[in-house]
């Protein structure tokens, strides 16, 4: 009677094991379903996302600047995104924010313009009857748009030119007008200084701010007077105005920002990715470091006595876009200049004066090239400058304001 006993309630605990074990193998298979389908799900809405973002890049007419919409991506019903696209100085941005139910999954982009035949060149001089002389140790390499008049050998400040080649590299006919920049972008830069819509004073600036893209832009509005931006961690959707002079010291941390002021001033050292405008001058001290996709812009909008510009000192190095317009008839057309030991490595336009003494790596577009030293000034010479366009990535991507292909390429993922 006791064996039997035994015998049953082991009968009962293995019966109970097996139950047990069964109920574990079939709570793990829901479980493991479940987690396929969840992750299924998610890479599906990630999928949707990128699509999105093609979708946009891809089609220049799917969505209006600054106008979200919502697609069904396959006509199905299940594959619906959101999808927006807006100018960030320059460049543009495109979101894409895929759904199903309450989960979703959002991408934004920064993204530019492969450039045109044109900006896929040294250089393009406008013909202004007059020839383009170079001194020194001056380097020239690719193809470049040069006036009627040629290239020509010329001896300033006791330095001829040293080279065998003047041009090494392809010569073309340049036309008496430059190219033209995007209309509709250039109105949009030059109107940034007028509107006012700020969202935080100067008083109120927080030490550090992260604002994401996906976010309504914060705009900080300094005033009138001369303001130093010090000791600031700042990235993101942000966009500083200035009525006055702003000076942005080298103890500041900003990426991939937005500033207009009527006067810019960037102190010696300072690292960062900046998109800077400026109505009257915009200067960059010495051993500076402005990383790609950076840009300088003179925007002048109205009529001055003085000459604009922009100014890149000694060792400093700008990865990007450098430009100056001038949308009201004026003598005092812009000027860029770039010192000795500075780098360009982009594009540089100005539809006025280039004064190149360092290093273009890229392409420079200009009315004119203005030498001045401690004795003169000349017109179209270069002494001891370097532009070359071949030591510029084959992947280099600009923007809708310069000459382009109108075909979009991402430049990097933001938050």
């Avoid at 097996?18 to 193998?25: D, E, K, V």
């Avoid at 001194?135 to 065998?164: D, F, H, M, W």
């Avoid at 914060?218 to 931006?229: A, D, K, M, P």
Wanted: hydrophobic residues 40%; contains cysteine.
């Amino acid at each position: 009677m006791k064996l039997q006993a035994n015998a049953l309630f082991i009968t009962v605990v293995i019966s109970m094991i097996i139950a047990l074990m069964a109920s574990m193998l079939i709570l793990s298979a829901y479980y493991n379903k479940t987690s396929i389908l969840l992750n299924f799900k998610k890479e599906r809405l990630v999928s949707n996302a990128n699509s999105g973002i093609n979708l946009i890049l891809g089609d220049e007419h799917v969505v209006e600047y600054d106008t979200p919409i919502s697609v069904d991506l396959f006509q199905t019903g299940n594959d619906s995104v959101n999808l927006k696209k807006c100018v960030w100085g320059v460049f543009e941005i495109a979101s894409a924010t895929a759904y199903k139910h309450k989960d979703s999954s959002s991408q934004t982009v920064l993204y530019g313009y492969k450039p045109d035949t044109i900006l896929k060149s040294a250089m393009y001089l406008s013909d202004q009857n007059r020839a383009l002389f170079l001194c020194g140790t001056t380097k020239i390499k690719g193809v470049c748009y040069l006036p009627e008049a040629g290239v020509k050998r010329a001896y300033i400040e006791g330095q001829g030119y040293i080279n065998s080649d003047l041009i090494d590299g392809t010569e073309k006919r340049s036309k008496t007008v430059l190219p033209k920049l995007d209309e509709k972008l250039s109105a949009y830069l030059a109107k940034q200084f007028l509107d006012t819509n700020a969202s935080v004073n100067t008083a109120e600036i927080p030490d550090t701010i992260h604002h994401s893209f996906s976010k309504p832009t914060l705009v900080i509005e300094i005033g009138n007077s001369i303001f130093t931006l010090n000791q600031k961690v700042l990235s993101g959707n942000i966009m500083i105005k200035s009525k006055g002079k702003l000076i942005i010291s080298a103890e500041n941390k900003l990426n991939n920002i937005q500033v207009y002021a009527t006067a810019i001033v960037v102190e010696e050292n300072f690292k960062g990715t900046l998109q800077l405008f400026a109505r009257d001058s915009l200067i960059i001290h010495k051993n500076c470091t402005l990383n790609y996709p950076s840009a300088l812009g003179i925007i002048k909008d109205r009529f001055k006595l003085f000459q604009q510009f922009i100014k890149i000192e000694e060792g400093s190095v700008v990865e990007g876009i450098c430009f100056g317009f001038c949308s009201v008839t004026d003598l005092n057309r812009v000027r860029i200049t770039v010192d000795e030991k500075a780098l360009v490595y982009g594009q540089l336009y100005s539809d006025g004066f280039a004064e190149i003494k360092g290093t273009v790596h890229g392409h420079v577009t200009c009315g004119n090239f203005r030498l001045r030293t401690p004795s003169s000034t000349y017109d179209n010479h270069l002494l001891n400058a370097t532009i070359d366009f071949s030591k510029l990535s084959t992947t280099f991507v600009g923007s809708a304001l310069l000459p382009s292909v109108k075909e979009k390429k991402v430049i990097l993922n933001l938050e």
